[in-house]
């Protein structure tokens, strides 16, 4: 029996995007180690992370440049510590939420609530990119509209105060990052990114804001001592 060289080139192919995926998976998992040591510092010693309109703006400043840099040396090993501390970065970020969280009595439990309920929606959203014959690819364009929409809303917010918008903000935050797992998870599945510290940044990102914003939620029902 004759395999021919179509046979080759797509078994080739389906090899590299199954090695992007694992190895993905490897150094999102990896990236969680400098989040939790982050976020650990940050509250130990109460870090002064800048909240409000400013912190907001500072943030997007910081996180654009560290994106910035790790699109810059994504071909090389040095994007993959670019990529480390930015997530330790991000977990120092967590600071104030975590520190309102672990105020209430069942603190701690809220927050094993917010990472289960994160890893359960990233296992089941994943798995059905992987799987799934339907094409996510339409919704990048509506998604990154939404990611803007969202933006601008949290501006707002930050000016007027509103618990409602914030709310809304919240809930929208978590459909949105959801959705893009979907989008993102399958763009690796059929080839649409093959850089692996590339892809692993869009997953972290949809992650931690599913996390963020679930917490944020879970906090409403905390329960004071």
Known sequence: MSISLQDYTLAGSQEVRHRVLRNTYWLLALSMIPTVLGAVIGVMFQLPV????????LFLALAWAFIWGIEKTKHSAMGVVVLLGFTFFMGIWLTPLLTRTLGFSNGGTLIMMAFGGT????????????????????MGK???????????AS??????????????ISVIAIAIFSAYILYDVQR??????????SATLALYLDVYFIFQHLLALLGLGGERE
């Open 142 to 152: 509506w998604l990154f509209a939404g990611v803007m929409v969202l933006i601008v």
């Open 50 to 57: 800048p909240r409000g309109f400013l912190g907001f703006g």
């Open 188 to 197: 690796i599945v059929n080839g649409g990114e093959t850089n692996y510290i």
């Open 119 to 138: 890893a359960s929606i990233f296992a089941v959203l994943a798995s059905i990119a992987t799987v799934t014959k339907r094409d996510f690819s339409m």
């Open 155 to 168: 501006l707002a917010n930050y000016l007027f105060q509103m618990p409602a918008l914030w709310l809304a």
